[in-house]
Nanobody
């Protein structure tokens, strides 16, 4: 069973940076696509960015140029570096994983709150 554990959220001011971390355990990390989602109050959950086993990334238009996703296979970690944060980035951020053979994300972390004040 895959387990995901996020850390790194917090309260920051607009323009600040944060790095979210996600620890993957339970299965072979290299067989999973990793993603970060977020959900703001009253809004649907949205995909922020995802990264393949080979390191190819994609990101939502709203965060391109500001957020960078990376993974460390030696540590089974995924990192979301968030720069130039805006109040509209305020949300609960979730780490997620899906096997390379599946279309949907199957495994989710508990979430970490990111709050950006103006």
């Amino acid at each position: 069973q895959v387990e995901l554990s996020e850390s790194g959220g917090g309260l920051v001011q607009a323009g600040d940076s944060l790095r979210l971390s996600c620890l993957f355990s339970g299965r072979t990390f290299s067989l999973y696509v990793m993603g970060w989602f977020r959900q703001a109050p009253g809004k649907e959950r949205e995909l922020v960015a995802q990264i393949t086993s080979g390191g190819s990334t994609s990101a939502a238009d709203s965060v391109k140029g500001r957020f960078t996703l990376s993974r460390d296979h030696a540590k089974n970690m995924v990192y979301l570096q968030m720069n130039s944060l805006k109040p509209e980035d305020t949300a609960i951020y979730y780490c997620a994983a899906k096997h390379t053979s599946t279309a949907e994300y199957d495994y989710w972390g508990q979430g970490t709150q990111v709050t950006v004040s103006s």
